[in-house]
């Protein structure tokens, strides 16, 4: 007896030996995959979904975001990135409260739900509070407060925030929801800190048995000052100073050198790949082919919405092999499956969850997205991935499920009333951009 039986399915199962069954079956026992094949299953099911003219896939793994910058969507666009931050963000984000990060988190998790995002990595503030609410409404999650300490003199980690809320993240929230939600440690960056901060993050990380995530040579000012400051690459000194002696996600990597890349592969660390905010920042263009050539592990991000501005990792999908092809001047650059990759196993193995996420294999854990192709938009489709990757959007997606619950179904969410959720963040956004 299956809980659930997704029958007829175009199934992409990013799994290489069978990437692809047509007019197949995936089974759900609580939170796991039970069945993949081609053949209807012995045995009867709870619930049948007839998946016709829909294809099933692995939930979209967005491996760098600011979840509560939702409230942000639309709000300073087309500045120069100084003015952007200093004078447009910053101020703003002074003005967060606890009421605010509610309202923006859960209209971004409401987004992120809609368009096929099952599992994410985020770096924030009051990060209990988005910790709490991805745990009531489903999605899964990484969690962490990047350690921003410009004076290393002034730093006391008793009073840091950052410090405080990696502790309570660590130790109210890693692995809560049967491992759905984690702790993860975080320096801000290289030039928002300094190696003292970085060692003591890095002992943090280890007393907890935590991830790391950081922003890494992101704008070329910031790695060309790098190099001034230390003589030296921001991957070759936090390299040099233990950073990625664990698990760590690098975001942006837009500057590095074929040395970093090599450094970077032999940690271990992947790159959050975010062509949108990259590109409207205008902080440059990724190499991703060259990564994934020098070995790294290369993964999708959409960062903050205050630079992107959606959430919809079918975009960024779409861009991430656009711009590697039209870069290279090579359209076999990045096919199609391997891009796919990009935003599930990969995003998977970045955030350590490859024995649970980021395939549709037995034994994994549920997290499904169904996409429908019914529409003119998507007609007709020969290859089920070339359409995900090249033809849909985030708009497509008919159901999002995590661990074996669907979250949201045919424009119904299950966990989030959406109305309260879109008039509490558009009278949110109004109250932190006026400073009232
Ligand atoms: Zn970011």
Redesign the pocket.
Known sequence: MFDILFCNADIITMCDENPVIRGGYVGINGKHITYVGNERPEGKAKRCIDCCHKVLMPGLVNT???TAMSLLRGYADDYALNEWLFDKVFPVEARLTEQAIEAGVTLGFAEMLRTGTTSISD?YYFQPKAAQIALDCGIRASFCNGIIAFDADAFNPESDRGVTETKILAERFHNAGDGRIKADASIHAEYTSSPKIWHFVNDMADKYGLNMQI?LS?TKNEHENCIEKYGKTPTAILAENGVFERKAIA??CVWLSEDDMDILASKGVSCAH?PI?NLKLASGIANVRKMLDHGMNVAL?T??CCSNNTHDLFEEIRFASLLAKGTSYDPTALCAYDTLKLATVNGALAQGRENEIGRIKCGLEADIILLDLSSPITRPYYDPISAVVYSTSGRDVYMTMIQGKILYENGEYKTIDIEKAIANADSLATKITNGE
């Open positions: 760098h975001t600011h770096m922003h992101e975001a942006h975010n905010s991000g960062d903050g």
